[in-house]
């Protein structure tokens, strides 16, 4: 079964600063989607950032990226020039390609808490 | 602007009512969720559905029913509530990205 590991359950970052959240995953499949999601106190889940894992590119979105290595199986969230409003709960989440028998659903983490500070 | 709709934002019921948690969306999507937030324990599956009429269990579906009558409504139903169900409910639709409801917190007392 795939299993989603983040193992920082809480990060502060200084505003203007670079702040790099950690996730690694376990699967056996090779065709699969990894995503960043945000969760701000709004309590709405926001996708910050999609990643195909046939793409060897690393998706960027703005001041968001990822670092993505799939022999190492981890899928890191790098935010430049952080901002207040980037302070939430932040999820990696994983979802399995069909041909792996995957439904579509998504395997979570279980959160990072991010604080941004003035 | 597309939309996935949850009908309560807060709720609080008795042990042992039945429950009712409300989820629509408006983007014609086959796939739809629903996801259990807790502390700690990030967002778990309890049901899914990938056509009208059609479900799937997820992680922990104990406890728990689903319908689907149409395609853009996907209730979950608490039979007979219980305390340890109180949590956040976060309903999804999906083509190949999930789009997340606001969330209803359940309280049960």
């Known amino acids: 079964a795939q299993t989603v590991t983040q193992s920082q359950p809480e990060m502060s970052v200084q505003e203007a600063e670079t702040v790099t959240l950690s996730c690694t995953y376990d699967t056996s499949e090779s065709n699969y989607y990894l995503f960043w999601y945000k969760q701000p106190p709004s309590r709405q889940m926001i996708l910050v950032i999609r990643?195909?894992?046939?793409?060897?590119q690393n998706a960027t979105e703005n001041r968001f990226s990822v670092n993505f290595q799939k022999a190492a199986k981890s899928f890191s969230l790098k935010i430049s020039d952080s901002q207040l409003g980037d302070t939430a709960m932040y999820f990696c989440a994983f979802m399995g390609g069909i041909y792996g028998g995957s439904q579509g659903n998504l395997i979570f983490g279980k959160g990072t808490k991010l604080s941004v500070k003035p | 602007d597309v939309k996935v709709t949850q009908s309560s934002r807060y709720l609080v019921k008795r042990t042992g009512e039945k429950v009712f948690l409300e989820c629509v969306q408006d983007?014609?999507?086959?796939?739809m969720f629903w996801y259990r937030q807790d502390p700690g324990l990030g967002l778990r599956l309890i049901y899914f559905?990938?056509?009208?009429?059609?479900?799937e269990k997820g992680d922990i579906p104990e406890g728990y029913s689903v319908s689907r009558e149409k395609k853009e409504r996907f209730s979950l139903i608490l039979e007979s509530a219980s305390t340890n169900q109180t949590s956040m409910y976060l309903c999804?639709?999906?083509?190949?990205?999930?789009?997340f409801g606001s969330g209803t917190r359940l309280t049960v007392v």
């Open positions: 990643q195909e894992a046939y793409k060897q």
């Open positions: 999804a639709s999906s083509s190949k990205v999930h789009t």
């Open positions: 983007m014609d999507h086959e796939n």
């Open positions: 559905s990938y056509d009208v009429k059609m479900k």
